[in-house]
């Protein structure tokens, strides 16, 4: 009897393929590739491929491994991947499960950090147009950092040492871990909210040194934005020297340590005495000088002829006086004297052209005039009379009414309204209305035809 082949389900494949791989494969590979085919899903997985020449492996990273990288994967990138292959049983395909994925030949944090700078270098948020000025003399700081960290100590010692009339507040926020950038960024955008109360002049974000790790937290764009958006003046003092972070780019101003914030902060009070001091000196030098020159100026004043008689000028100017009111009395006389003789000149040659004969001839011809306006206005309202008076006789005899005074009378009917001209226009039962002279009314009933 033939030996029965046996048939397999491509579920009863696929688990086997799975198992041969389990068998076969490392639990936990590092594979280095490029990637292709990048997708970032809604649900936060993301979904991929790693190829290089002739070869092409399928990887998927779930979105709770995913949210640990800081960088951006992209197509192209080359990357190392750490995970395990298994079977996708329902696409019958094997792919490699990703936990952990860095860029290949740089660290990710460095590489994250050099694409956070790219993405906000290009928005702006580093353009010294939109930096604020510091204060000259701020005297109400914020502090944003840890309450227990030796920044605290380096920040307030350096600032009362240079500057002792300042007051400060201290908001204490985590440096470092987890979500500690969201909580920096959230304790900025409040104290901004509330600064009409708070009245603070200038705000010192920062923590000490550390490795790239401990300092990532001012790294990130969720606290960028925060600086960038602060309508108070932001200085950021993080790290070391060399260290240098993003809201070290973003804020209005950097101090290389959180000791040298307080010099980036306030002024130097014993700076500002020796200033003063220069300036009083300075003033009192050039007010002693201005008094000096007052004086002589003084001096030469009261020399002038003017001082030694003051009458002379007030005696001179009332002879002056006097002489132009007696001129200005014989010019006044010269213009009446003038103006008098027109008078006659021009009384005489009126008296010649005999106004009032004049008067009487334009007088006589408006009378003239106006009892010729008057006859032809009458003519002409007696005529349009004449006219209207015949027109109302033409309109009253086409008046169909006028025949009624003469025994006539006029008939409707009284369902429809229409004139009874013949026996065609009434119906038996119908009412009629016959109206006769002086607007008399009749009404009848049509018993027959």
Known sequence: MPKTKKIYTVSRINSLIKVALEEKLPPRLIVRGEISDWKHHTSGHCYFSLKEEGAVLPCVMWASKFKNVKFSPEDGMEVLSTGHIDVYTLGGKFQLYVDKLEPAG?????????????????EGLFDEAHKKALPLYPMRIGILTSESGAALHDITDSIHSRWPCAKLFLYPVPVQGEGSAAKIAAALRDINRRNQKLVLDVLIVGRGGGAMEDLWAFNEEVLARAIFDSTIPVISAVGHEVDTTIADLVADARASTPTKAGVVAVPDMQDILGQLNATEQRLGNQTQSKLKIAEHQLEVILANAVFRNPL???????????????????????LLTEAHRELSTGYEQIIKIEPHRLLGYKTIELNNWQNRANVGIRAVFNNCRMQLTARENRLSALNPRSVLKRGYSITTNKKTGLLVKTSENVRIGDYLITELANENLIESEVKKK
Do not use: H, P, S
């Not at 740089?106 to 290009?122: C, I, N, S, W």
């Not at 002379?312 to 010269?334: M, S």
């Open 312 to 334: 002379v000028l007030v005696q001179n100017n009332r002879q002056q006086l006097d002489e132009l009111t007696a001129e200005l009395k014989e010019v006044v006389k010269a």
């Open 106 to 122: 740089v660290g990710a944090l460095q590489l994250a950090f050099e694409q956070m700078v790219a993405k906000l270098r290009k």
